[in-house]
């Protein structure tokens, strides 16, 4: 097969794989994870038997490699560090919630005077819409 596309991510030329229908990206590893990264959070939203598959293998290579988030956290403190802030963000957010379910007439101030960190949130890291965590220092 001589006939070659365009990847939809990296926009370089590649000759697809006759075997697979429809090929929109190349070979590369960042290019497959760019088409299976959606596919895959399309798939968790909509497929309960994927998430539940997909929970299981996780425990169990969890069991296979028990140290392996220990040795991740004390080589790498600056990802420890920002995922302990952004987990007293999920728990402030889960307390908001729950108070705004006891008593939704009354308004109240999401953000109380004083010390915060700014967190930058990765997933909307687009120039116009920066979106940015308020976390209480402690
Ligand atoms: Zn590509």
Same mark, same amino acid.
């Given at each position: ?36 990264t959606p596919w895959q ?37 600056e990802y420890f560090r ?13 307390? %908001?919630?729950? #108070? /705004?379910? *006891? +008593? =939704?007439?009354?308004?109240?101030? &999401? $953000?109380? @005077?004083?010390?915060?960190?700014? %967190?930058?949130? #990765? /997933?909307? *890291? +687009? =120039?116009?819409?920066?979106?940015? &965590? $308020?976390? @209480?220092?402690?």
């Amino acid at each position: 097969m001589n006939l070659m596309i365009r990847c939809a991510h990296c926009r370089r030329f590649f000759h697809p794989d006759p075997r697979v229908k429809n090929q929109r990206f190349c070979g590369s590893a960042a290019c497959q994870r760019a088409r299976k990264t959606p596919w895959q959070r399309q798939k968790m939203a909509t497929d309960p038997d994927y998430k539940e598959n997909q929970r299981v293998c996780r425990k169990e290579w969890q069991k296979r490699h028990p140290h392996y988030w220990r040795s991740y956290r004390s080589r790498s403190p600056e990802y420890f560090r920002r995922n302990r802030l952004l987990q007293r963000v999920r728990d402030r957010t889960r307390s %908001i919630k729950g #108070l /705004a379910k *006891m +008593d =939704a007439s009354r308004p109240f101030s &999401l $953000v109380k @005077p004083g010390a915060y960190y700014l %967190i930058p949130h #990765l /997933a909307t *890291m +687009d =120039a116009l819409a920066q979106k940015v &965590l $308020v976390i @209480p220092a402690p």
